[in-house]
């Protein structure tokens, strides 16, 4: 979604729920694996992401407006986006060689982790009115609880009886892989990983309990959320790939709808923390505290422990399986060797970019 430039007197500011949850109409449902999804087709066949009749511009106008403000939008730097476990090469080396549960357990994980993401409707959406110095109508931050966190829990998790990401993951993995065999015990791995940064102890206990654990729970979901851009690259390489997938077109097609869904995620978090970085937060004791201050102390801490942990658990996942997996190999052995051979090597850049003011003169 690019940023508009347009003469911020004409942007429209206030939405109701109804309209940031409203698709309009498609002259083509999207069907993936027999199951209605969210999103469609228009007239000319192109793909259209589901409620971003006015998300879509309304998010442009409250970047518009940072701007206008003299604020800037929340980068995340793409050096700090960790490589997938197993990367491209790996994958295909695998199913090459027709060892296959890897792949359709990481395709399945996927799935799941999609299927997650409705918890977001669960954030308690404090007062914002009582808890900002500024106003805050005509923000994003202030259409939150009004729209926003629901249409992204219902692009992730499906509505009703339309689909959403979780389907559609399911829908990618069994056109390329042909309905795979789902290993049984994907669900209760995944349930006994490590808690996320959410449980973790509070970082500013001066301000509003429930403010810090949803901009904690922002600032998580934007950086999962740009890091899974390394996710749909690699699913698409991947899934498009004729040598490996059985319908190369179908399920890299099915990922890209899911890919650009996710762009709305990824802006109208951005925009709210943008926001309220340029804004002051009331203390419990009556004092303030600079928005940037917690919006960046947050990003920082989620940076840091996000691009430490998750390719270790991604790595865990894979490795606990995969030498009883490669076992249906000629030579498992030999496999393994090749396989760590094609290893991607990285480290994360020192710097997550949202040091605390301290240090943020101290380092280059
Ligand atoms: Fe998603
Ligand atoms: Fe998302």
């Known amino acids: ?196 940064t959410r449980s973790r102890e509070r970082r500013f206990p001066q301000i509003d309990a429930d403010l810090e654990a949803m901009l904690t729970t922002m600032a998580t979901v934007l950086v999962v959320e740009v890091f899974a851009y390394d996710t749909f690259a690699w699913g698409m390489r991947l899934l498009s790939d004729p040598e490996v997938s059985a319908d190369p077109e179908g399920a890299g097609n099915m990922v890209s709808y899911i890919r650009s869904d996710e762009n709305p995620h990824v802006e109208y978090l951005r925009t709210a923390l943008s926001e309220l970085r340029l804004r002051t937060i009331r203390t419990e004791d009556g004092g303030t505290l600079p928005g940037r201050e917690v919006v960046d102390g947050l990003l920082h801490r989620t940076l840091h422990t996000l691009t430490t942990e998750r390719p270790q658990s991604q790595r865990e996942e894979l490795r606990a399986s995969l030498a009883e997996a490669m076992q249906v190999a000629r030579n498992p052995a030999d496999l393994l060797e090749r396989f760590d051979a094609l290893q991607t090597h990285w480290k994360p850049p020192e710097r997550t970019g949202f040091e605390p003011a301290a240090d943020r003169n101290a380092g280059a």
């Open 1 to 196: 979604m690019q940023t508009s430039s347009g003469d911020a007197r004409d942007l429209r500011l206030t939405y109701s729920r109804d309209e940031l949850l409203d698709s309009g109409r498609y002259d083509a449902p999207l069907i993936a694996n027999g199951v209605r999804c969210h999103g469609g087709f228009d007239a000319d066949g192109a793909y259209r992401s589901p409620r971003t009749r006015h998300r879509a511009p309304a998010i442009e106008s409250w970047q518009a407006r940072v701007i206008g403000e003299g604020g800037a939008l929340i980068e995340i730097d793409p050096a700090r986006i960790p490589p997938q476990y197993p990367n491209v090469e790996q994958a295909k080396l695998l199913l090459r060689e027709g060892v296959r549960d890897p792949i359709v357990r990481a395709l399945t994980i996927i799935s799941i982790v999609e299927g997650f993401g409705a918890v977001i409707r669960d954030v308690r959406v404090p007062d914002l009115e009582r808890l900002v110095v500024e106003p805050v109508d005509g923000l994003a931050l202030a259409h939150l609880g009004r729209g926003l966190f629901e249409a992204h829990a219902r692009d992730e998790a499906g509505y009703r009886d339309e689909g959403g990401h979780k389907q559609m993951w399911e829908a990618a993995r069994d056109l390329a892989l042909e309905r795979p065999k789902i290993p049984s015990d994907v669900l209760m791995r995944l349930m006994g990983r490590r808690p996320g």
